[in-house]
């Protein structure tokens, strides 16, 4: 009875573990999300946009697991932002460029918030690092100059998602996921990248939320 008690509490304690690391162990790759503020702005939200700037910017460098859901490893690194950004003026003026807050005058809550909601979310990297990494990849996609290298224009004419697609492949290698607005409108475009944040990789999992454009895809101001 002591040796099957044991066995029984080994068993137990080993699935624990398991289940307080599987976070880590299920972190597969990024999203990084950018998202077009034109439209998204139209969202009804109960803190309407306070700026509406017609270029993409970051929504977040996600980690997720085999399911497309969150990763649920916790990064312990704590973020002091106003010293992360007093550090390098030029970093902080990417950030606010890149990475705004559409809705909230407070950039440095949102980008603490960020960080706790989904930077703690993977093992990598550290909170500054995340950010500039996320404003690299997001340089490196450059959504602007990849629609428009294809003749594709925010003129309002609905294109097939394979244009749009055509498009990111030629310039990044890679398919991304399309988010609109009542289904055509183009809102968010998603790419996938690896654990070390390094390359675009085919995404491993489609998420519902960030891929639910149905026909023609409209880019519109």
């Known amino acids: 009875m002591k040796s099957s008690f044991s066995f029984i509490f080994f068993v137990f304690s080993v699935s624990c573990i398991a289940f307080a690391s599987g976070g880590a162990q299920d972190f597969r790759q990024y999203f990084l999300v950018q998202t077009w503020p034109p439209v998204y702005c139209q969202v009804q939200r109960p803190e309407p946009c306070r700026i509406k700037p017609s270029k993409f910017v970051l929504h977040g460098l996600w980690p ?13 690194q704590t973020i002091n932002v106003p010293a992360m950004l007093e550090s390098n003026k030029s970093f902080a003026a990417e950030m606010n460029k890149f990475w705004p ?18 930077g703690r979310g993977q093992p990598n990297l550290p909170p500054e690092e995340y950010f500039r990494t996320a404003i690299t990849l997001a340089k490196a996609v450059n959504l602007e100059a990849a629609f428009r290298d294809a003749g594709i224009n925010p003129d309002g004419d609905g294109l097939s998602e394979g244009n749009y697609t055509l498009a990111i492949v030629a310039r990044n ?6 988010k ?25 999992a489609q998420r519902s939320s960030l891929s639910n454009c149905v026909g023609d895809i409209i880019w519109a101001l």
């Open 173 to 178: 290698g890679t398919t991304p996921l399309y």
């Open 64 to 76: 997720v697991n085999s399911s497309g859901r969150s990763s649920t490893n916790t990064n312990n």
């Open 180 to 204: 609109c607005l009542n289904k055509s409108l183009l809102m968010e475009v998603t790419l996938c990248v690896d654990t070390q944040a390094r390359n675009f990789v085919p995404c491993i």
């Open 101 to 118: 807050s559409l809705t909230r005058n407070e950039n440095e809550q949102f980008w603490k918030r960020e960080w706790k909601h989904h």
